[in-house]
Nanobody, 121 residues
């Protein structure tokens, strides 16, 4: 079992930045790929970014590429999502998720509870 806890969400103006963190506990975190997803009100959950267990492979959705950066420090059981140049359309609940093997679909085994990000115009 892996437990995931997100933090770092909040309210920010358009063009601002936030840094989300996902801290894991439980089984060997370094064995797992970790992804960020988001879900806006009335919309389906969508993939944002993913990083492989060792950090060698990273993928972003087209909507965030160039603005968001995913990183991880396995020694601290932490994956971060640095979000810059935020737009109102980035407003959503952001979730981190973990699984063995990198993937961009939502077939992840472990999920956090989510953290709200609101970008005001």
């Amino acid at each position: 079992q892996v437990q995931l806890v997100e933090s770092g969400g909040g309210l920010v103006q358009t063009g601002g930045s936030l840094r989300l963190s996902c801290v894991a506990s439980g089984r060997a975190f370094s064995d797992y790929a970790v992804a960020w997803f988001r879900q806006a009100p009335g919309k389906e959950r969508e993939f944002v970014a993913v990083i492989s267990w060792g950090g060698a492979s990273i993928f972003y959705s087209d909507s965030v590429r160039g603005r968001f950066t995913i990183s991880r420090v396995n020694a601290k059981n932490t994956v971060s999502l640095q979000m810059n140049s935020l737009k109102p359309e980035d407003t959503a609940v952001y979730y981190c998720a973990a699984r063995r093997g990198i993937a961009v679909d939502d077939g992840y085994d472990y999920w956090g509870q989510g953290t709200q990000v609101t970008v005001s115009s």
